[in-house]
């Protein structure tokens, strides 16, 4: 932590809402060039403090442009993360059985930190794994009024499930560990709740986009490099 200076206004985040207006009129919300998704299996995992609603305008247009999109199943996201893999560990396996084909795995925020853990215990079922605004290089290097709530989840979890956060150390490794499919992570420069640094890594492909953290998932520039990645995974030369 400590990288963060000066540390944009949080106030800056109420900006998704003016993005998810550019979204619906832009054309690769109708599908204008997006490439047909030919039924390919997509899973979509939420954002710290987040659920499934906050990817639903995701889901239903990658639905309208022809893949096969999955929820995460996540009400609430704030339990220990090797909780939180579990669940999304039996859901990627029931996608790859379903579709008989690899899944791709998009994450906004945690979500996206979720999503390469998830591809490191299992890459034979993950085609690949698209972050936004993830901190996959320092998932600590956040907003200090988003650390505060990761303190209050961190006491929250230990109360419940009697362990401290000591739990969560090979989460933590697996995450440091080279990604073993490929791997973009999308980021903003004025990000307001996760470092854009932190989401920087010499072993993965950085796309840089402007917007805000919470608008990720409704930014048109994120439509249009998700739209030409799930049909070509982004692979390390």
């Not at 207006?21 to 995992?45: A, H, M, Q, S």
């Not at 690899?102 to 993950?126: C, E, Q």
């Not at 650390?147 to 009697?162: K, Q």
Request: proline share 8%.
């Amino acid at each position: 932590m400590g990288r963060w200076d000066p540390i944009p206004p949080m106030w800056l985040e109420g900006r998704f809402s003016f993005e998810f207006l550019r979204l619906i009129r832009d054309p690769v919300f109708r599908g204008d060039d997006v490439p047909p998704g030919l039924r390919k299996p997509v899973l979509l995992i939420p954002g710290f403090l987040a659920g499934d609603w906050t990817l639903r305008t995701q889901f239903d247009w990658l639905r309208r442009v022809g893949y096969r999109p999955r929820l995460a199943g996540v009400a609430f996201n704030v339990m220990y993360s090797e909780v939180m893999l579990r669940p999304l560990i039996d859901t990627l396996v029931a996608m790859h059985r379903k579709s008989a084909s690899r899944v791709s795995v998009i994450g906004h925020s945690r979500g996206g930190v979720l999503a390469k853990v998830l591809s490191h215990r299992k890459p034979d079922l993950v085609e690949q794994v698209i972050t936004l605004g993830s901190p996959l290089n320092d998932p600590f290097d956040v907003h200090p009024l988003t650390m505060a709530g990761v303190h209050a989840a961190h006491l929250f979890n230990a109360v419940r499930y009697g362990h401290p956060a000591s739990v969560e150390m090979r989460f933590l490794r697996d995450l440091r560990a080279a990604p073993r499919v490929p791997t973009t992570s999308i980021y903003s420069r004025s990000d307001g709740v996760v470092n854009w640094k932190a989401c920087l890594r010499h072993d993965l492909n950085s796309i840089e986009v402007h917007g805000s953290h919470l608008g990720l998932a409704l930014n048109p520039e994120v439509y249009r490099i998700v739209a030409h990645l799930l049909p070509a995974p982004w692979r390390q030369t």
